[in-house]
C-alpha cells in the first residue's frame, strides 16, 4: 500500500476516533453524575467505571488474535464501533444503576472488540521508527473529538436536556461515526498465524512492560473519581457545570499535547517518555488528595490531561515495539486485556477506599501505585536489540 494511502488511514481512523469520542465524551462526564441520580454510591460508581473497563478484556485478547489468524483487521474494527453505539442507545433507557452498568459494559465490550485491531492498523500504516507520530496523531484526533464532546455535554447540560436526551444525542453519533469506514483500506499483509497462548512464547521483555503498566493501571483508576471530588469541592447549583468544565479542560490539555508526545516518545524513547508520564501521575494523583480550591482543581486537570498525552499512545507504540510483526494484533489486545483487567480490581478497590475512609484515601492510594510503576519503569532495561 502507498504512503498516501497508508497516511490516508490514519486520518480517517483517527476521523472515526473524533466523532465516536465527541460521542462518547458527551456521556462521560456526566455518567457518575447519572450514577448518584439513580441511588447509586462510590461503590456503584467503581463497579460501573471499572467493569465497564474490564469486562471486554477478554474480548481485547481475542480479537486481537483473532485478526492476526484472519489476516484482517477492518471488520473487527467495524464491529465494534457499530456495537459500542448500541449500548450508548440502550443508555437513554436506563432507569436504574445496574441498567447503566449492562448498558455502558455492552457499549465498552464494542471497545474491547474493536481495539487491539485498530491499533494494530494504525500500527501497519506507518514505518516503524514512526509509530508515536502515527499513534500520537490518532490520539490528538480522539482526544479533540472527547474535547468537542465534553463542551457539548456542558451546553447540553446548561441548555436543560435530560439525562436520557443527552444519550440518545450520543448514540447517534456514534452511528455517524460508521461512515469513514467506506474509504478506510486494509494493509496488513503478514502471514496468517496460530498463538499458542503460552508464557513462554511471549517476548519477555514484552511480559516485563506489561507487569509494570498493569501496576501503574491500578493506580490510575477511572476518571469518575476526578470528577466527583471535583463536584464535593465545588458548592452551589454550579458544583455540576463546573466539574463538566474541568473535563473539558483535561481533554482540551490531552488533544494538545498528544501529538507532540508522541513526537517526542519516537525521538527521546518510549521509556523515557513513560517514567515521567507515570510520576507525574503520582504528583496530580497526590495533590487531588490535598486539593481544596478551585484553582488547584484548574491546575490539576491540565496535569490530568498532560498525563493522558504522554502515556496513552506511548504506551501502544511500544507494546508494537515488542511485539514480532505477526502478532502484534494478538499483542496489543493481551496489553489491553490485561489493562482492562487491572481497571475492575483499580476502580473497585477506589469505590470502597473512598466510602470507608474518604476520597483522600482513594488518591493516596493511586498516586502509591504509579510512584511504583515509575520507578520500575526507570530501571526496565530491554535484554535484547536496541533500546526502544
Request: glycine share 12%; aromatic share 10%.
Amino acid at each position: 500500500m502507498s504512503d498516501a494511502k497508508t497516511g490516508r488511514n490514519i486520518l480517517l481512523l483517527g476521523l472515526v476516533s473524533l466523532l465516536n469520542d465527541i460521542s462518547s465524551e458527551i456521556i462521560q462526564p456526566v455518567l457518575p453524575l447519572f450514577i448518584a441520580s439513580l441511588g447509586g454510591g462510590t461503590l456503584a460508581v467503581g463497579l460501573v467505571g471499572g467493569f465497564s473497563e474490564g469486562l471486554p478484556s477478554l474480548i481485547k485478547l481475542f480479537s486481537g488474535c483473532w485478526s492476526d489468524r484472519m489476516g484482517r483487521r477492518k471488520p473487527l474494527v467495524v464491529g465494534g464501533y457499530a456495537l459500542s453505539a448500541l449500548g450508548k442507545i440502550l443508555l437513554a433507557a436506563a432507569e436504574s444503576w445496574l441498567a447503566v452498568f449492562l448498558a455502558k459494559s455492552l457499549e465498552r465490550c464494542g471497545k474491547g472488540l474493536r481495539s487491539g485491531p485498530r491499533d494494530a492498523m494504525i500500527s501497519e500504516s506507518v514505518a516503524p521508527g514512526g509509530r508515536g507520530r502515527g499513534f500520537g496523531l490518532h490520539r490528538a484526533m480522539d482526544s479533540t473529538g472527547a474535547v468537542i464532546g465534553s463542551l457539548l455535554a456542558y451546553s447540553l447540560w446548561q441548555m436543560g436536556f435530560s439525562y436520557s436526551s443527552i444519550f440518545l444525542v450520543a448514540g447517534v453519533l456514534a452511528l455517524l461515526a460508521l461512515l469513514p469506514f467506506a474509504k478506510v483500506k486494509e494493509s496488513y499483509s503478514a502471514p496468517k498465524c496460530e498463538y499458542s497462548w503460552r508464557l513462554s512464547d511471549i517476548p519477555p521483555d514484552l511480559l516485563r512492560f506489561l507487569a509494570i503498566a498493569c501496576l501503574f493501571a491500578l493506580g490510575n483508576f477511572s476518571y469518575m473519581f476526578f470528577i466527583l471530588r471535583a463536584q464535593g469541592i465545588f458548592s452551589g447549583a454550579q458544583a455540576t457545570a463546573s466539574a463538566l468544565l474541568l473535563y473539558a479542560l483535561f481533554n482540551s490539555t490531552y488533544a494538545l499535547l498528544a501529538l507532540p508526545a508522541g513526537i517526542w516518545s519516537d525521538r527521546m524513547g518510549r521509556k523515557n517518555v513513560l517514567a515521567m508520564g507515570y510520576a507525574l501521575f503520582a504528583l496530580t494523583a497526590l495533590c487531588f488528595s490535598l486539593v481544596k480550591s478551585s484553582a488547584g482543581l484548574i491546575i490539576l486537570f491540565a496535569l490530568y490531561g498532560l498525563v493522558y498525552a504522554l502515556v496513552d499512545g506511548s504506551e501502544r507504540a511500544f507494546v508494537s515495539d515488542l511485539s514480532p510483526p505477526g502478532l502484534r494484533g494478538s499483542a496489543l489486545g493481551l496489553y489491553s486485556g490485561a489493562l482492562g483487567l487491572a481497571a475492575i480490581a483499580s476502580s473497585l478497590l477506589a469505590g470502597a477506599v473512598w466510602q470507608w475512609w474518604g476520597p483522600e484515601a482513594t488518591f493516596f492510594l493511586g498516586a502509591g501505585a504509579a510512584g511504583t510503576a515509575a520507578v520500575g519503569m526507570m530501571v526496565w532495561r530491554k535484554r535484547s536489540g536496541t533500546q526502544p
